[in-house]
C-alpha cells in the first residue's frame, strides 16, 4: 500500500546539524541494527513462529524509530510538541515482513510547525534509511487529515490501522479520537467503494484465481493483501461494534492461513534479500524441505507443500470475497433488478421453498434442508441452468451443514442424471466452481481430486492442474456471450453443441492423468474415466465418445501447430482419425478450452484462426465424403451383439443385412439402442412397407421413417410435417445396400398440436403412410399452411448459395445449399429435386438460426448430374427460394 | 554479426527449431505471423459463409548470429524448412552493428 506523500514533501532546506554529531554515531547504530536483524532471521530459520519474527521486526523498527526520533530533536534541541509520527498500513498493524517499508505518517500540529520540522523529518528519514529501514513517509496537519483526498484512497485505508510511534501524544489523541471518527464516518461509503474497486482490479491482474503456479504470496488472490482487504472490509462494515459476522472455526481457519503465509512471505523476503513475494519453483522446493509453515519438521514433497499454501490461500480468498460480496457499495441498476425479477419469478415456480434469488444471487431459505444432498445439488443445477451464482453466504451456508455432523447427510449419491443436467447446461461453471471449493466435486468425482491444487512445472501454463481444467469450462460458457475476436467463430459451435455434458466431462477428466505416476497423462487420464464410468454408470456410448474426446485432446493443436493445415491430405488424415462432425465440434471446442486455458495470452487470434480453419476444412471433407465410407456390417462384430442385445430379436444375419451400405455416419448420428430401434421397424416392413415413428426429444420432436426407396420420398414427407406446421430444425436421409431408405427429422412443432393433443401423434403416423403409400394426396394438406407462412417476412436475411460439387463423390453430385429458412422449405427443394428426375441418395439438413444448410448427394439414373442437368436445376431452385 | 531473419511454414516450426538447437543455436525470437508472397490466399466456404485467408499464418524467426555461424544456420534453416512448394518462406540477412547484453553490458560478440 502506497501512502505517497504531498508534492514538495521532504523537499526542506538540508539541516544546519546531523546525526553524526549525536552521542551515539551511525557507525554504532548500523551494525547494532543490522545484528538485530541477523538474530531474528536465525530465529526464524531455526523454527520461531512468523508472528513472533514480524512482532519482533517491529519491536526492532520501533526501537530505532523512537531512539532516531529522540536523538534528532536533541540535536535540534526542540521538544515534540506539535509533531507525532504514526506507523501506519502493516507495520501499524504490527505485521512487518524483512524487507517491507516503514509506513509513518508525519502528523503536524499547524502549518507553522510542519515548517518548523520539515529540515529534522528529512534527517530523521535519512538517518534511517542509513541504518537499513526503507522509509515509505507521508506528512499532513490535522487539519488536512480532516480532508478526504478522493484520488489517494490508500492513505485512507492505511490510516485505519495507525498507531503512535513517537511525539506529542495529545496530537495523536486529537486525531485518533476526534479528526478521524467524523472523517470516517463521512468518508466510509467512498473508502469502500474505492477498496472494492482496489481490490476487484487486483484480483482482475492475477486472473481471479488463487491458483497460480508461481503465486505471488502479497498481491496475488489468496495472499496476504487479501487478509489486509478483509480487515479493512470489516472494520469499515464497524464489526468493531459488535456483530460478529464470522465463526469462530472461521476466524480460526484465517488465523492459521495467516500464519502459514506470513511464514512464508518471511521466507521469501530472507531468501530473495530484497521485497520480492514471488514464490518460485525454487523456492517451492526449499520451503517444502523444510516443512515450512506446518511446523512437524517432516519434508513434503513440493507439490504436497504446494496444496498446504492453496488449502490457506483459498481460506483467505473466499472470506474476502465473502465480504466483497455483502458490502457490495454500489446499487444495482434498474437493468439487474428487473433481472432478478425475472430470474426469481422462475424459480419460484420450481424449488422456491428451499432457495431464491436476491441481488442476482441465489439464496439459500431452508438452511435446515440442505443435509438432503438432492436438494443441495439442484440448488447447483439451478445455477448452472438460469446463470444465477450462488451466494458467498449460500456457499457458506453448504459448507457449514457438510461438516457438521449433527446434520447427517442424506441421497449423498448424485446419479449420472443430476451432474448431466448440470455439466450439460448453459452455465456448468457456475456450479462447478463451488462444488469445488466445498469439496463437493471431488466426493462425486474422485478422479478429479488427483489434480487438486496440483503444481505440474511447465513453461506455459500459469495455473494449477485443476485451475486450468475449470478455466476450460468457463472460456466456452463464455463463449455464450458476446465473445472476443478470438472466439467469435466458436461461438455458433457452442451454441449448437449436441450432449454438451460429455465434452464437458470429459474436459474434468482430460488431465487427471497429470496426478498419476504414468509416463502419458493421457493414459492415466482414461483409466480415470474407466473407474468414473463405472460409478456413474455411463452407457458405452457415453464413456467411448468421452474416451474419444481426452485420446484425442491434443490431436488438433499439434495438427495446427505442426502440419500444414491447407494440405487436403492433412485434413483428410485428421479426419479419419476424428471420424464424425458430431465428434469435430466436441473436439474443437475441446481444443479451443484447453490453449485459452493455459494463460491469458496462449490461445493467440493467429492460433484461433488457425484451428478455425481446420475445423472448416475437416468439417467440408466429412459432409462431401459421406458416400465414400459405407458399413461393411459383417466387419462390426461388436456393434451386431450390441444391436442384437438391444433389440432382443432378429438374427444376426438379418442384422447385417440391415445394416449393409448405410454410410458409417449413421453410426455416428445413432447410438445402438437407437439402431436396434430401426431395426425394430425394419423387421416390421414386410407386414407393411412403411414404417413411422414419432417421439419427444429434449428440443422437439424425431420423426423416423423406414420404406423401400421410392421417388420423392423425402419431399413427401417434408410436405407432410409442412402439411402439420413442424418446422424442420435437422434431418438426416441415409439408404442401405438394398435400398432400404431411412429418414430422420428432428423438428420443432410450431402451433405445439402433438404437445397438447398427444393422441394427435397417431393421427399424424398415419396422414405420413397414407400419404407416402398414396392413400392421400399432398396437395390437400398442403393447401393454406405454406402460403399463409410465406406472408411474413424474415428478421434476418439470408442470401441464397447454390454449389454444385462434382469432385468429392466418385457416384454422387454434391448439392450444397445455403438459403433463408422457412416453413415448407424442404418440401420446395425436394419436390423441385424430384421434378427434375433427381434421386436423392443421402441428404443432411441443419437450420442456424434462419439459416438453413443443405446437403443432398444426388444421382440422375444411377449417374451423377450433368453439367444441362446442374444448370437447370440451378436455375429452377433459384426461383423456388427467391 | 548478422541479424537472420526467417518466414518458414508454422508446420516446419518443429523441425527447424530442432535442426537449429542440433548445431548449438541457443536463441531466437519467435512470432507468430501473417502474410503472403507468392502463395495465394486459401478460401473454404462453411455453412454458407466464405471464409477467405489472404494473410497466411507463418512462424517468423529473429536471431543475431555471430559471423562464423551464418552459412551453417542459413544451410540448416534451408534444408529443414523446405518443402518444394510455394509458400516455404524466406530468409533475410542484414549487418548487426552492435549488441549489448543489458545485464552486465557486455558488447560484440560476446552478448549473444
Known amino acids: 500500500m502506497t501512502t505517497a506523500a504531498r508534492p514538495g514533501w521532504n523537499r526542506g532546506v538540508p539541516p544546519s546539524k546531523n546525526m553524526q554529531e549525536s552521542p551515539t554515531p551511525l557507525s554504532v547504530l548500523g551494525p547494532q541494527a543490522e545484528a538485530e536483524r541477523q538474530k531474528i532471521r536465525q530465529s526464524f530459520e531455526s523454527g520461531t513462529s512468523a508472528r513472533a519474527t514480524l512482532h519482533a521486526l517491529c519491536e526492532l523498527a520501533d526501537h530505532h524509530v523512537g531512539q532516531i526520533f529522540d536523538e534528532v530533536l536533541r540535536v535540534q534541541n526542540r521538544a515534540p510538541d506539535g509533531l507525532c509520527l504514526i506507523a501506519l498500513g502493516g507495520y501499524g498493524r504490527r505485521m512487518l515482513f524483512p524487507y517491507s517499508d516503514l509506513d509513518i505518517l508525519f502528523l503536524f500540529g499547524t502549518d507553522k510547525t510542519e515548517q518548523e520540522f520539515r529540515p529534522l523529518i528529512s534527517e530523521f528519514s535519512r538517518t534511517l534509511w542509513d541504518l537499513g529501514f526503507r522509509v515509505s513517509s507521508a506528512g499532513r496537519t490535522l487539519e488536512e487529515c480532516k480532508r478526504i483526498e478522493e484520488d489517494n484512497a490508500e492513505f485512507h485505508l492505511a490510516l485505519l490501522d495507525r498507531r503512535l510511534l513517537a511525539g506529542d501524544p495529545t496530537l495523536f489523541e486529537k486525531l485518533d479520537e476526534k479528526v478521524l471518527p467524523g472523517s470516517e464516518k463521512q468518508a466510509r461509503p467512498f473508502l469502500l467503494a474505492q477498496l472494492h474497486k482496489l481490490t476487484r482490479d487486483r484480483l482482475t491482474r492475477y486472473g481471479n484465481t488463487i491458483f497460480h503456479l508461481e503465486p505471488n504470496v502479497k498481491e496475488s488472490p489468496g495472499g496476504m493483501r487479501d487478509y489486509q482487504a478483509t480487515i479493512w472490509l470489516r472494520q469499515l462494515a464497524e464489526e468493531k461494534k459488535g456483530i460478529r459476522n464470522i465463526t469462530a472455526a472461521e476466524e480460526e481457519m484465517c488465523s492459521s492461513a495467516v500464519d502459514f503465509l506470513s511464514a512464508t512471505r518471511c521466507f521469501l523476503h530472507y531468501n530473495n534479500g530484497r521485497n520480492d513475494n514471488t514464490l518460485t519453483y525454487e523456492l517451492q522446493e526449499a520451503a517444502a524441505e523444510r516443512a515450512l509453515g506446518i511446523g512437524d519438521g517432516v519434508a513434503r514433497t513440493p507439490s504436497d507443500w504446494m496444496r498446504q499454501y492453496f488449502r490457506h490461500a483459498r481460506t483467505l480468498n473466499r472470506q474476502l470475497l465473502r465480504y466483497l460480496e455483502q458490502k457490495a457499495p454500489v446499487p444495482l441498476t434498474l437493468r439487474q433488478r428487473l433481472m432478478n425479477a425475472a430470474r426469481a419469478s422462475k424459480i419460484e415456480a420450481g424449488d422456491g421453498k428451499y432457495f431464491q434469488v436476491r441481488d442476482g444471487l441465489l439464496e439459500v431459505v431452508d438452511l435446515s434442508a440442505l443435509s438432503d444432498r438432492a436438494i443441495t445439488y439442484s440448488l447447483f443445477a439451478e445455477s448452472a441452468r438460469t446463470g444465477t451464482p450462488l451466494s458467498r453466504e449460500a456457499e457458506r451456508s453448504i459448507g457449514y451443514v457438510l461438516i457438521h455432523p449433527e446434520l447427517p447427510p442424506k441421497n449423498t449419491e448424485m446419479p449420472w442424471e443430476k451432474l448431466r443436467e448440470i455439466l450439460g447446461s448453459d452455465y456448468p461453471s457456475l456450479a462447478l466452481r463451488p462444488m469445488q471449493r466445498l469439496g463437493l466435486l471431488m466426493e462425486i468425482l474422485p478422479e478429479f481430486g488427483l489434480i487438486d491444487s496440483l503444481v505440474v512445472r511447465d513453461f506455459y501454463h500459469r495455473y494449477t492442474v485443476d485451475e486450468h481444467t475449470l478455466r476450460t469450462i468457463e472460456h466456452l460458457q463464455d463463449l455464450a456471450d458476446s465473445p472476443d475476436e478470438r472466439g467469435a467463430h466458436f461461438a455458433q459451435l457452442w451454441k449448437t453443441a449436441e450432449r454438451r455434458e460429455l465434452l464437458v466431462l470429459a474436459l474434468l477428466l482430460h488431465d487427471v492423468g497429470k496426478g498419476m505416476p504414468v509416463e502419458n497423462h493421457v493414459t492415466g487420464s482414461v483409466a480415470a474415466l474407466d473407474s468414473a464410468a463405472k460409478r456413474l454408470k455411463l452407457s458405452p456410448e457415453e464413456k467411448s465418445e468421452i474416451q474419444s474426446l481426452i485420446e484425442h485432446h491434443l490431436d488438433m493443436s499439434a495438427t495446427v501447430q505442426r502440419r500444414d493445415i491447407f494440405d487436403p491430405a492433412t485434413v483428410a488424415g485428421f479426419a479419419e482419425s476424428v471420424t464424425n462432425q458430431e465428434r469435430l465440434q466436441r473436439l474443437c471446442l475441446l481444443t479451443y478450452a484447453d490453449i485459452h486455458a493455459v494463460n491469458p495470452e496462449a490461445l493467440t487470434p493467429w492460433k484461433a484462426e488457425m484451428l478455425w480453419q481446420l475445423f472448416v476444412a475437416t468439417s467440408n471433407y466429412f459432409s462431401r465424403t459421406l458416400d465414400r465410407d459405407r458399413l461393411h456390417a459383417h466387419d462390426e462384430v461388436s456393434l451386431l451383439g450390441r444391436i442384437k442385445a438391444f433389440a432382443g430379436a432378429g438374427s444376426t444375419e438379418e442384422i447385417e443385412r440391415f445394416l449393409e451400405g448405410f454410410p458409417r455416419r449413421y453410426l455416428a448420428v445413432h447410438s445402438p439402442e437407437e439402431i436396434a430401434a430401426h431395426f425394430g421397424l425394419y423387421r416390421k416392413l414386410s407386414e407393411e412397407p412403411v414404417q413411422a415413428q414419432v417421439a419427444a426429444t429434449r428440443h422437439g420432436f424425431a420423426l423416423t421413417l423406414l420404406t423401400p426407396d421410392r421417388p420423392a420420398l423425402f419431399s413427401t414427407i417434408s410436405g407432410v410435417l409442412a402439411g402439420w406446421g413442424m418446422n424442420i430444425n435437422k434431418a438426416d436421409a441415409f439408404a442401405n445396400a438394398a435400398g432400404i431408405i431411412l429418414d430422420t427429422f428432428y423438428f420443432t412443432d410450431l402451433h405445439r398440436t402433438l404437445e397438447l393433443n398427444p393422441s394427435e401423434i397417431t393421427r399424424f403416423g398415419k396422414t405420413l403412410e397414407d400419404v407416402v403409400n398414396g392413400k392421400t394426396t399432398l396437395e390437400t394438406l398442403l393447401k393454406g399452411r405454406v402460403s399463409a407462412s410465406r406472408g411474413r417476412s424474415p428478421k434476418v436475411t439470408v442470401e441464397t448459395r447454390i454449389n454444385f460439387d462434382d469432385s468429392s463423390s466418385a457416384h454422387c453430385t454434391l448439392l450444397e445449399i445455403v438459403t433463408q429458412d422457412r416453413p415448407g422449405l424442404l418440401h420446395e427443394m425436394g419436390s423441385a429435386l424430384a421434378r427434375l428426375g433427381c434421386n436423392i441418395e443421402v441428404a443432411l439438413i441443419d437450420t442456424e438460426g434462419h439459416k438453413a444448410i443443405d446437403v443432398f448427394y444426388l444421382t440422375a439414373q444411377s449417374k451423377k448430374l450433368t453439367a444441362q442437368k446442374q444448370e437447370l436445376l440451378r436455375e429452377v431452385l433459384q426461383g423456388t427460394l427467391s | ?112
Open chain 2, 1 to 112: 554479426m548478422m541479424k537472420l531473419e526467417a518466414v518458414i511454414q508454422p508446420s516446419r516450426f518443429e523441425s527447424v527449431k530442432d535442426a537449429l538447437r542440433e548445431i548449438g543455436v541457443e536463441g531466437m525470437t519467435v512470432t507468430e505471423v501473417r502474410g503472403h508472397g507468392r502463395q495465394k490466399g486459401h478460401t473454404e466456404v462453411y455453412r454458407g459463409r466464405e471464409y477467405t485467408v489472404d494473410l497466411l499464418p507463418k512462424i517468423k524467426l529473429e536471431m543475431v548470429l555471430p559471423d562464423n555461424l551464418v552459412n551453417s544456420v542459413v544451410d540448416t534453416i534451408l534444408k529443414s524448412a523446405k518443402t518444394g512448394k510455394i509458400g516455404d518462406g524466406k530468409i533475410f540477412l542484414s549487418r548487426v552493428e552492435e549488441a549489448i547484453r543489458i545485464r552486465n553490458e557486455e558488447r560484440g560478440e560476446n552478448a549473444l
